[in-house]
Each structure stands twice: as C-alpha cells, then as structure tokens.
C-alpha cells in the first residue's frame, strides 16, 4: 500500500507539472500568434488614407465627377474599416475558444493517461481485499464492508470459488457447473460455468471490482484473486 500511494502521489505531481507546462505553453503559442495577426492586419483607415493622397498628389481630380467619386471611395473605405474592425472581433473571439478548447483536451488526455496508469498498476497488483465475508443463508457478500446482495446462483458460484481458492485450485467452467450441479466435469460443459461468472461479475455491479476479483486465467479457468487468509464463509 505504501508503494501504490506513492506512485499515485507522484503521478498526480507529474500530472500536475505537464498540465501546468502545457497550459502555459498553449497560452504562449496563441498569445505569439495573435499579436502576430493584429500586427499584420491592415489599419482599418489604410484604405480612406490611400484614397486621400491620390486625390492630393492629382491636382487634376478637381471636377464635380472626381468629388463624387472621392465621396464613394470614402464611404467604401468607412464601410471597409468597419468589416476590418468586426473580422479583430471574431479573430479574438475564436482565438479565445481554441484556447480554451486546448487546455481542455490537454487536461483531458492528461487524466485518461494517469487514469490508464492507474488502472495498469491496479491489474499488476491486483485488487486489495482485507476481508471477504460470505453469508449463502443470507444471500449476501461483504467485500471490504461493502454489502452485495447477490441471487442464489451468484453466491453459490463465489463460494465455490472461495473454496477453491482457499485450497489454491483454479477451476475451470465445466467444473465450476460441476461442482455446483454435483455432476462428474466431463458431463458439464464449459459455456455454462462461464455463464455463471458472467451472472456473478454483473450482480456484483461495479465493473472494475468484479473483473479484478474473479481472474480468469487463460486455458486454466476461474479464481479469486485474493489472499486466502481473508476468506470466510459464515
């Protein structure tokens, strides 16, 4: 136990340093490209100047026709400034939302990574189980004082396996129906004890408790994978 929460405080600490880098760096990324954008977008009056010093330099452009001209440039200008200051609006506003939406999914990928750590080194290890409390009478399993109330074919299927992981045996399907239908393996067949822990993981519920406690161990069957020392039956 002290291993397991040690890594976990050092993963969590890990976590913490790669989001914080990462924030911090997406933040710097759009922050570089935005003043980047602003800077070379062009001024919103560029276009009312441009016409303006046209109309300086040609002192020819005096009749009434040139004036009107010059007062259509102008408003297309104005109407050109304004398009510019709407387009620096959205611009911000998108860049606002895509980083937002990168510190989110770099918070995200962070979790599911320490989370499928988490669940790796829970595998390895197993799941911890200080006592194991099984009660046929009652129909009722306590699991660490967690209370499962099970259906009569569920608690008979964990008390088989209970016994036979008290006496290291690792049980197959067929034996497992076996044992439980007081029938010779042979005349059993493997599809239905493999039902029966399919009945016995979904009355437990929660599925990362019950794939952890019943194993199943390839081409050797079905145990328990817990110390024996915590098993009772009442």
């Known amino acids: 136990?002290?291993?397991?929460?040690?890594?976990?405080?050092?993963?969590?600490?890990?976590?913490?340093?790669?989001?914080?880098?990462?924030?911090?760096?997406?933040?710097?990324?759009?922050?570089?490209?935005?003043?980047?954008?602003?800077?070379?977008?062009?001024?919103?009056?560029?276009?009312?100047?441009?016409?303006?010093?046209?109309?300086?330099?040609?002192?020819?452009?005096?009749?009434?026709?040139?004036?009107?001209?010059l007062e259509i440039l102008a408003q297309s200008g104005t109407a050109f400034g304004d398009v510019l200051v709407s387009y620096r609006i959205v611009i911000f506003v998108l860049l606002l939302f895509s980083t937002a939406l990168l510190i989110a999914a770099l918070v995200f990928l962070v979790t599911i990574i320490a989370l499928n750590r988490r669940m790796g080194e829970i595998e390895r290890s197993g799941i911890q189980v200080n006592s194991l409390v099984i009660s046929r009478e009652e129909r009722?399993?306590?699991?660490?004082?967690?209370?499962?109330?099970?259906?009569?074919?569920?608690?008979?299927?964990?008390?088989?396996?209970?016994?036979?992981?008290m006496d290291d045996d690792v049980l197959s399907g067929a034996a497992i129906e076996g044992v439980i239908q007081g029938k010779s393996e042979s005349d059993c067949d493997e599809a239905a004890g493999a039902t029966r822990i399919k009945r016995l993981r979904d009355s437990l519920g929660n599925q990362m408790v019950s794939e952890l406690l019943v194993k199943n161990i390839a081409r050797r069957g079905y145990m328990l994978a817990i110390d024996k020392d915590v098993i009772r039956m009442v």
């Open 1 to 69: 136990m002290p291993d397991q929460t040690s890594s976990a405080t050092d993963l969590r600490q890990t976590g913490g340093k790669v989001v914080t880098w990462g924030i911090a760096g997406i933040v710097a990324i759009l922050g570089v490209a935005a003043v980047f954008l602003f800077l070379t977008l062009p001024d919103g009056n560029a276009f009312n100047a441009r016409v303006e010093q046209i109309f300086t330099e040609n002192d020819a452009l005096v009749s009434g026709e040139a004036v009107t001209l």
């Open 140 to 165: 009722v399993v306590l699991l660490n004082n967690m209370e499962f109330k099970l259906t009569e074919a569920a608690i008979e299927t964990l008390a088989v396996l209970a016994e036979a992981r």
